[in-house]
């Protein structure tokens, strides 16, 4: 058993409509907001978090955009995430079994107390409405971010065909880039978590391939190499992302033509100060 796959990346914020309204002006169509429910620990039951996300829902995989909306309610440690640096915190990797991967994980060491549900209606105006519901495995204390490994129990509710239309043309979520100071030590950590191989990356470091997507693990000094121009606020930073698109980026240029935009190795760059700190590579 293993992640097959880089299900998301997800950049956090006290500022979620600004952030919003900055990805729908790059070109991507979001989901409605949605609230997050969940238990603040195993047995407890479930209640209404702080935080809530629109997401760019791709063919493959997504890019969830997570807020907090109201600050007097619990925010699950996402405060304290943003405290770091307004980006890019959480990486999730699919699974296909979350109770089935407990006791792997239990295993290779993880202290993992069980399997943490989290559920959302698909659109907050219609609470009544359908909800996504998800089964959550995530890393304990991890000092790169969020990091857990995901069960979808409900796809067929947030893969819409209305979502995945995008004007830039993406299509598939390719690769998120992670800075670490060691990362052979991150790198074993994380490999032990999805049950992926680990393979050296050609800018340094190591990277994590999966059956769609794949993480990539890199030293400080690789940084400009792959992302021109960016540098990282604080260690560990999972300092970008990549999009593939369906036309050769025609659609991402034209639309960001006059914007402060950068030749990347894998294509088109948006800056992180202008992809809510993170930086954006649209890839041909």
Known sequence: ?????????????????????????????????????????????????????????????????????????????????????????????????????????RRAGFDIPGVAPLQRPVDDS????????????????????????IQHHTPELIWQERWMDHANRAVALEAAILVVEDPAESGARLSRLTGGVLEPDPAGGFALPFREGRLRILPPDALESVLPGVSAPTLPFIAGYVLRTDDGNAAARALLAGMETREAPDGLMVPPELAGGAALVFAA
């Open 1 to 105: 058993m293993s992640a097959v796959s880089l299900d998301h990346v997800g950049l956090c914020t006290d500022a979620p409509r600004a952030l919003w309204d900055r990805y729908e002006r790059l070109g991507f169509t979001l989901t409605p907001v949605a609230r997050q429910s969940g238990p603040r620990g195993p047995g407890a039951p479930p209640e209404r978090l702080a935080t809530g996300n629109r997401c760019a829902m791709l063919r493959q995989g997504y890019v969830e955009l997570l807020g907090i909306i109201d600050p007097a309610l619990f925010d699950n440690g996402l405060s304290r995430f943003i405290a770091g640096y307004r980006g890019l915190h959480i990486l999730a990797f699919g699974i296909e079994d979350a109770e089935a991967e407990l006791p792997r994980l």
């Open 126 to 149: 219609a609470p009544e409405g359908p909800l996504a519901r998800f089964s959550r495995l995530p890393m304990p204390d991890a000092p790169e971010g969020r990091l857990q490994l």
